[in-house]
């Protein structure tokens, strides 16, 4: 039992890595999809309602598929790692991409047409109006979005990133004690899962208005 | 090596075979995960402590780990202490428990929100304490929650994908047969996701009917 440690932590730091990376490339592509999909421009918004019901309406596991076993026929060659992250990025963006356009549609109508009447531009009411307010609103479905990908990560065991759940899997199958490595796996999830939650709270309750 | 989509009706019986399983498993722990997800929340909720805490410590396990790690605990794990299910079976009690748990906090928190005063009436009307959380109390928690628990539905089968993993010939195994035969992955896995498309669109709109049908009951 003991030899399994360092290869369970050693996973865990991957899985933190792949999550940071996955949550940067989320955020990224939930920021332009929101934008994008509050656009005035009828086909950009078209393309972004696209992006999200077709990453939404797949199974994410499909999607690591098909970037990694099926890009090397148009051309993208990656990875595990690289394939694993660019897709999971791109599709907890759709989730994100939602959430955030959520987040600033319902900030009130009257603070748009108020910033607008005092001569704000378009752009200008909504970096120093809109934006500021629903920042606060959207940390925590946020944080719902992040949790998901964290446990999401897992779904680069089966193309063998070298991860929690396949260190699990793999340790699962030699040393036959599938509940311990799964406890141990397990923990280390929730430690982690538990410490981003915590980071979470700690800066909605810095955004709240008092 | 360019993209050759015309191999893909070659393998049209299997890929609709692989639909009709994850079709199949999305029904069955779509079920458990609805009758579990009851259970669960009226333990959690009523149940003698000794019951209460294991279910409390399963949930909270469940809901922190991914649910890759879990099926393959219930599958390698089973075969262990000596219970060997098959794949499929695996498979549909792995996603049925995890969505159990997704769904029990709903109707949790529902059954604490039905108004006090349909307790206190079905009670002063003679109705015994399990009689009235059975035929008051979780039929219009139930009802409040069916809209949350239809994405944890839609979540569900996109889920399914994972069962590949250890073994289940649904869709997402389907296209790796044919992937295999005829090493064409993109065209395969873009097909099977066409197709959880299709399924997910109309899982969608039937949640939309049964909701409006919910709505105009009341």
Request: charged share 10%; glycine share 10%; net charge positive.
């Amino acid at each position: 039992m003991l030899r399994v440690y360092p290869f369970f932590l050693e996973a865990a730091l991957v899985t933190v890595h792949l999550s940071v990376l996955t949550c940067i490339l989320g955020l990224a592509c939930g920021a332009l999809g929101a934008s994008m999909r509050l656009s005035r421009l009828a086909f950009l918004r078209w393309i972004a309602a696209a992006y999200v019901s077709l990453f939404r309406g797949t199974p994410a596991l499909i999607q690591v598929f098909i970037l990694y076993f099926g890009g090397p026929q148009i051309g993208i060659q990656l990875d595990a790692f690289a394939a694993g992250t660019i897709a999971l990025g791109v599709n907890i963006g759709a989730y994100m991409t939602e959430t955030i356009r959520g987040a600033i549609v319902s900030v009130d109508r009257g603070q748009t047409e108020a910033a607008r009447t005092l001569g704000m531009s378009r752009w200008q009411s909504m970096r120093k109006v809109v934006l500021p307010q629903a920042a606060r609103m959207m940390i925590r479905p946020l944080g719902v979005n992040i949790n998901a990908l964290i446990k999401g990560t897992a779904l680069l065991a089966p193309i063998s990133v070298v991860e929690l759940t396949q260190t699990a899997q793999r340790f699962i199958g030699s040393t036959y004690k599938p509940f311990e490595m799964f406890l141990l796996a397990g923990i280390l999830y929730m430690i982690f899962i538990y410490v981003v939650g915590q980071g979470i709270n700690w800066l909605d309750r810095r955004a709240r208005i008092t | 090596m360019g993209l050759d989509f015309t191999v893909v009706p070659d393998y049209f019986g299997m890929l609709l075979m692989g639909m009709g399983w994850t079709i199949a498993i999305t029904i069955g722990a779509g079920l458990l995960s609805f009758f579990g997800g009851i259970a669960f929340a009226v333990t959690a909720l009523y149940g003698h402590w000794a019951i209460r805490l294991p279910v409390r410590l399963f949930a909270w396990l469940f809901m922190g780990t991914p649910l890759l790690l879990q099926l393959f605990l219930i599958y390698f794990g089973l075969i262990q202490i000596g219970i060997d299910l098959p794949a499929f079976v695996a498979g549909v009690i792995g996603l049925g428990l995890h969505f159990a748990v997704y769904n029990s906090e709903l109707i949790q928190a529902s059954i604490l929100a039905v108004d006090k005063g349909q307790y206190e009436g079905a009670r002063t009307l003679g109705l015994s304490r399990g009689q009235t959380l059975r035929r008051i109390v979780i039929p219009q928690a139930v009802q409040a929650v069916i809209p949350p628990m239809g994405n944890n539905m839609i979540a569900l089968l996109k889920d399914s994908a994972l069962v590949s993993v250890i073994g289940v010939a649904e869709l997402t195994l389907a296209a790796q047969q044919a992937i295999s035969r005829t090493y064409r992955p993109f065209e395969f896995y873009l097909a099977a996701a066409f197709c959880y498309y299709i399924i997910n669109l109309a899982l969608e709109a039937g949640l939309r009917r049964l909701e409006r049908r919910i709505a105009a009951s009341r």
